[in-house]
C-alpha cells in the first residue's frame, strides 16, 4: 500500500523520467546557496576543534582526558558505540529492505548509505586515539613476522577491528555500486571537461544497456546478501566488548539483540534528521514524502520498544539472579550519582517513541525531526550510562570513583560532529542525494 501511494504521489505531480533528473541533478550543477556554505564553515569549524584535540592527546597522552584508574573507558568508547549505532541505518535501509523489495526504501536509501560511511569513520576513530601509540597500530592485524607476535583473538576488541573493516569496505561497495548508474547520468550532463572527466572516470563506462542493467542486479542483489548478516553481526560483536566481561551491567547475554535494536533505532533517527533537512532545503518534497517518514517512524516504534523491552529484563534479571553487585549496579543507576543521565536515556529512549502511536505526530514532520534529536541524545546517554555507571562503582568501594570529561574530549566528540557534517554537506553537492534510476524503476512499474 505505502509503495503504490508514494508512486502515485510521484506521478499525480506529474512527474516525468526527466523532471526526477532535473530535480535531482539540479544541487550538483545550481550554485551552492549562503545556507550550505554556513553550514560547510560551522561543520568544517567544529572539524578543526576536533582536530586539534586528537593531535593533543597524541602528542601528550590520554591522560588530558577524564579517565582514571577506576574509569578507563568514557566518553571515548560511548561516541565509539553511539557512532557505530549511527552507522547500522544505512545498510538496514539497503540491503535488507532491498532482499524483501521494499520499494519505499529508493528515495532514502542513498544517503542513509552515505551517513553509514560517514558515521563508521568518525567511529574508527576513537579506538585508535585510545591506543595512544597510532604508529603502531598495525599491531592489531594479524600477519607473518619476525617477532613471533601475534594478536589475542580472544579479545573481544580485535572481533570490533575484524566486524567494522568488513562492515565499512562492504558498505562502502554497497553505496558505490548504487551510485554507477547515477554516475553515468551526471556525466551525460555535465558541460565542462573537468566534470564530465571526473565523473567518466567514477562511472566506470556505464552506457545503461541491457547487460550493464543485468550486472547491475546480480551485484546489487549479492552484495545485499553479504551485508544482511552485518547488520546482526557488527554491533553484536560491539556488544561483546561488554558482555563477555565479569563487570555488573556487562555481564548478560541479552546484549546482542538489545544493542542491534538500538543500533537500528538511532541510525533511523539519524537519517531522519537529515533527511528532513535534505528534503526542506533541497525541494525534495516529491520524492521524501509524508509516507517515507511515517514508514521509518513504524521502524522506530518497533525497536524503540524492543530497547525497552531490554532495559525491564536487565532489571528483572538483576534482581531474579539474587546477585547483590549485578543489583546493586541497577540501583546505582537509578539512584545513584548518575541517576540523571539513566532518567534522560528512559525518558528519550522508552517514553518518548510510543508517541509515534498517533497517526497525527507520526506523519507530522516538525515532530520527527525534534523526535530524531531526542532519540539520538537518549541513544548517547544509553551508552554512557552502560560504560561509566558501571565502572564507577565496583566491588571495591575503596576503588569508588567519579568522572567526567574533559575538554579535550569533548572537543574531540565535537569534531567527529564535524567531520561527519562536513562530508555530508560535500556528498549533497558532488552525488545525486536520491537514487534517480531506482525511483525512475517505481514509476515505470506503475
Avoid at 601509540?133 to 576488541?157: A, C, E, K, M, Q
Avoid at 528534503?279 to 521502524?299: A, C, F, G, S
Avoid at 562536513?422 to 553537492?429: A, E, W, Y
Amino acid at each position: 500500500m505505502s509503495e503504490i501511494s508514494t508512486r502515485e504521489e510521484l506521478i499525480k505531480g506529474n512527474k516525468g523520467l526527466k523532471d526526477i533528473t532535473d530535480d535531482v541533478f539540479s544541487p550538483i550543477v545550481a550554485k551552492p546557496n549562503k545556507l550550505w556554505f554556513l553550514g560547510l564553515l560551522l561543520a568544517a569549524s567544529a572539524a578543526a576543534i576536533g582536530i586539534i584535540a586528537i593531535v593533543l592527546t597524541v602528542w601528550k597522552g590520554i591522560g588530558l582526558w577524564g579517565v582514571n584508574k577506576t574509569i578507563g573507558w568514557g566518553w571515548s568508547i560511548t561516541n565509539f558505540v553511539w557512532w557505530v549505532g549511527i552507522g547500522h541505518a544505512g545498510t538496514f535501509i539497503s540491503a535488507i529492505l532491498l532482499l524483501f523489495r521494499q520499494k519505499w526504501r529508493t528515495s532514502i536509501n542513498r544517503s542513509a548509505e552515505a551517513m553509514t560511511i560517514f558515521a563508521v569513520i568518525c567511529a574508527g576513530l576513537f579506538p585508535l586515539i585510545h591506543m595512544g601509540r597510532l604508529l603502531l597500530g598495525f599491531f592489531i592485524f594479524p600477519y607473518p613476522n619476525t617477532r613471533d607476535v601475534w594478536v589475542n583473538f580472544n579479545s573481544p576488541l580485535l572481533w570490533d577491528v575484524f566486524a567494522i573493516t568488513t562492515y565499512f569496505l562492504v558498505s562502502l561497495i554497497f553505496w558505490y555500486v548504487g551510485l554507477i548508474p547515477d554516475l553515468g547520468t551526471i556525466r551525460d550532463r555535465m558541460k565542462t571537461k573537468f566534470k564530465k572527466a571526473f565523473y567518466r572516470i567514477l562511472s566506470f563506462g556505464w552506457t545503461g544497456s541491457a547487460k550493464h542493467w543485468q550486472r547491475f542486479e546480480v551485484v546489487s542483489f549479492t552484495l545485499a546478501g553479504l551485508a544482511a548478516p552485518l547488520v546482526l553481526s557488527v554491533h553484536t560483536i560491539v556488544s561483546f566488548d561488554f558482555a563477555t566481561s565479569v563487570i555488573p551491567g556487562w555481564h548478560t547475554t541479552i546484549f546482542p539483540p538489545y544493542f542491534v535494536s538500538g543500533a537500528i533505532f538511532s541510525g533511523f533517527a539519524m537519517v531522519l534528521t537529515l533527511m528532513i533537512i535534505a528534503r526542506k532545503t533541497m525541494n525534495l518534497q516529491d520524492y521524501i514524502t509524508i509516507n517515507h517518514i511515517e514508514l521509518m517512524n513504524k521502524i522506530i516504534i518497533l525497536t524503540g520498544s524492543i530497547v525497552g523491552i531490554a532495559y525491564l529484563t536487565e532489571l528483572f534479571m538483576a534482581w531474579y539472579s539474587g546477585v547483590e553487585y549485578e543489583l546493586f549496579a541497577f540501583i546505582n543507576r537509578a539512584t545513584g550519582p548518575y541517576w540523571w543521565a539513566y532518567w534522560i536515556m528512559m525518558t528519550c529512549n522508552v517514553v518518548s517513541p510510543q508517541l509515534f502511536w498517533f497517526k497525527k505526530l507520526r506523519r507530522s514532520v516538525g515532530f520527527t525531526f525534534f523526535m530524531s534529536i531526542v532519540i539520538n541524545i537518549g541513544m548517547w546517554f544509553e551508552r554512557f550510562v552502560i560504560i561509566v555507571t558501571s565502572l564507577h562503582r565496583d566491588y571495591l568501594p575503596s576503588s569508588w570513583e567519579m568522572y567526567k570529561p574533559s575538554i579535550v574530549e569533548i572537543a574531540i566528540f565535537v569534531g567527529t560532529l564535524g567531520i561527519f557534517f562536513t562530508l555530508f554537506l560535500l556528498f549533497v553537492r558532488l552525488f545525486p542525494v536520491i537514487a534517480m534510476a531506482e525511483v525512475k524503476t517505481t514509476i515505470k512499474n506503475k
